[in-house]
């Protein structure tokens, strides 16, 4: 099976700060920061943008693993759909830079769940494919969509940027694809959608409405089972269990759902905001630095997005 050979997560260089948005919205620094846990976290800064965070970290990863551009068959950007540019492939741009010229290059749009449709996507593309890497792509500049001059979008003031790269391939030499579980609720397509406010795009929460939380749970706890029965294995099989760092309740509540210690997971609320598509390997990441993984042990990727939309992806570390 295939799986990631090798990835890289990237930061912006500047931070948004508990004060700064309190400043901006009106409200207190105790009621921004019930919403970021955290006093700051990585956002872009003035010129950068969030292609230029991908190609960083395929840049890093292309590197270490000396593949040839003529080898990577496949690009997938995988974000928000708001990318950088109007009616522009940053897919196409990232693998300019990169010299890749024989690759399909498109983009994928599922928000902050779209990396684990991208990695499963590319991962059943290397099928009987020996010698040919699919490169997956993360951006995310959620901060640049947001209004922080309005208190009722203070739910989003968590939402910081980051990029990432994957390179997957039919060895998967860091870790195995086993395979995933995937789900939207369309009765919340409608919850959030961005509107112009002059030359910017914004988010706007479309009214109030209780449930979110419970789907949030239920849908992580179904597809969670869901997956580890169609491995053969349960949850004492998993090693770490990582989760998108929408909120930290839900987070906490999910472990406690599934009777898995936090010790099982990795929670960087106190430093970090959520990071779109980056949060659960930005936690991997972590894992693998600290060594605290070891071949063999099984990782969960429960990731979630706007529409809304949930998904779990195992994989198997292999060191």
Excluded at 170 to 190: F, I, M, N, Q
Excluded at 251 to 266: A, I, K, M, N, W
Aim: proline letters at 3%; a negative charge; glycine letters at 10%.
């Amino acid at each position: 099976m295939a799986g990631i050979a090798d990835f890289e997560i990237t930061f912006p260089s500047a931070r948004r700060s508990v004060r700064e948005m309190a400043a901006e919205s009106g409200l207190s620094e105790e009621d921004v920061r019930v919403i970021t846990t955290c006093d700051s976290y990585p956002v872009l800064g003035e010129g950068e943008t969030e292609w230029e965070l991908a190609l960083r970290a395929a840049q890093q990863v292309m590197k270490r693993t000396q593949v040839p551009p003529s080898a990577v068959r496949t690009v997938i950007y995988a974000g928000t759909g708001e990318w950088d540019k109007a009616l522009w492939s940053p897919a196409a741009k990232v693998a300019q830079e990169l010299g890749i010229t024989g690759a399909y290059c498109y983009e994928l749009t599922n928000y902050c769940n779209a990396v684990t449709a991208a990695l499963q996507i590319g991962s059943d593309a290397l099928a009987g494919r020996e010698g040919e890497s699919v490169l997956v792509l993360i951006g995310d500049r959620v901060s640049t969509l947001l209004d922080y001059g309005d208190p009722t979008a203070k739910e989003m003031f968590n939402q910081g940027d980051a990029g990432g790269a994957f390179l997957l391939s039919s060895s998967g030499a860091t870790a195995e694809v086993l395979g995933s579980r995937l789900r939207t609720d369309p009765s919340w397509c409608d919850y959030y959608s961005g509107v112009r406010d002059g030359d910017r795009m914004i988010i706007r929460r479309n009214g109030d409405r209780d449930g979110l939380a419970e789907a949030y749970a239920e849908n992580f706890t179904t597809l969670t089972t869901d997956l580890l029965t169609s491995l053969g294995k349960d949850l004492t099989d998993v090693a770490y269990l990582l989760v998108t760092h929408g909120s930290r309740p839900i987070h906490e509540r999910l472990l406690t759902d599934l009777g898995l210690p936090e010790s099982r997971s990795v929670l960087n609320y106190h430093r970090l905001g959520h990071m779109g598509a980056a949060d659960t390997f930005i936690a991997m990441q972590e894992l693998i630095a600290a060594q605290k993984l070891v071949p063999g042990d099984l990782v969960l990727h429960a990731t979630s997005a706007l529409g809304f939309s949930w998904g779990v992806m195992a994989m198997e570390y292999r060191g």
